[in-house]
């Protein structure tokens, strides 16, 4: 019996989250059938307003429902110390570990040759002008994933930032090879930070 068009419509909407697959996609396209009118609607609406009140922080880059995030809005956080991470999800990574309390600066990326992502398509001019406007940052943390592409962004973003008289330093690992910070636990994002290193001039 082939889906019927409503449903497969839906199915291949789901497919396209990440982490979803196609029996997945179909289990959940179908429990929305059992779902009430009132709930359907709340799940739409949901869906509305995290793409119309959801914008990036004008400092950092991420997710905010105002122009300037809290994390960079709290006068409590070490302003010396900036964390350079890849995407928003990596500082809810770091929050949850609750073992850094300095600034964020997010890329929105990683260079990758394989998916023709280069310098110009990430935040790192914000990066160098934040820097230059805020002096009072000591020490940049490079905390980009342990994998191919997230080592050549590091590599990249040390050689830029020598002309800072700043210290740059990489997360110790700790970190499992090719894995993502998103999907570590607590205490190895802990570890890893507690236990970062001076980036070498190679």
Same mark, same amino acid.
């Given at each position: #019996?082939?889906?019927?068009? =409503? ?15 196609? *029996?997945?996609?179909? @289990?959940?396209?179908? =429990?929305?059938?059992? #779902?009430?009118? &009132?709930?359907?609607? &709340? ?5 509305? +307003? ?35 991470? =890849? ?8 929050? *949850? ?19 023709? !992502?280069?310098? +110009? ?7 160098? +002008? @934040? ?7 000591? &020490? !940049? ?9 997230? &080592? ?14 700043? +210290? ?23 570890? =890893? ?10």
């Amino acid at each position: #019996m082939e889906q019927l068009k =409503s449903i497969e419509n839906l199915i291949e909407n789901f497919n396209k989250l990440p982490s979803i697959g196609k *029996k997945t996609a179909e @289990r959940l396209a179908y =429990s929305v059938l059992d #779902m009430s009118n &009132e709930d359907v609607d &709340e799940f739409i609406l949901a869906l509305k +307003e995290v793409k119309s009140n959801i914008k990036t922080c004008q400092i950092c880059g991420m997710y905010s429902q105002e122009d300037i995030c809290p994390i960079c809005q709290d006068e409590n956080r070490d302003k010396t110390t900036l964390m350079v991470v =890849s995407y928003p999800k990596d500082v809810l990574a770091f929050e *949850k570990s609750k073992g850094f309390n300095g600034l964020y600066h997010i890329l929105n990326g990683v260079i990758s040759t394989n998916k023709n !992502i280069g310098v +110009e398509d990430l935040n790192i001019q914000s990066l160098l +002008e @934040r820097i230059k406007n805020h002096t009072e940052i000591k &020490e !940049i943390i490079i905390a980009t994933n342990p994998n191919i592409d997230g &080592e050549t962004t590091a590599l990249y973003l040390n050689k830029k930032l020598k002309q800072f008289n700043i +210290e740059i330093t990489r997360l110790a690992y700790g970190l499992q090879m090719g894995g993502a910070l998103d999907y570590t636990d607590s205490l190895t994002l802990t570890k =890893s930070l507690q236990g970062r290193h001076k980036l070498g001039d190679d």
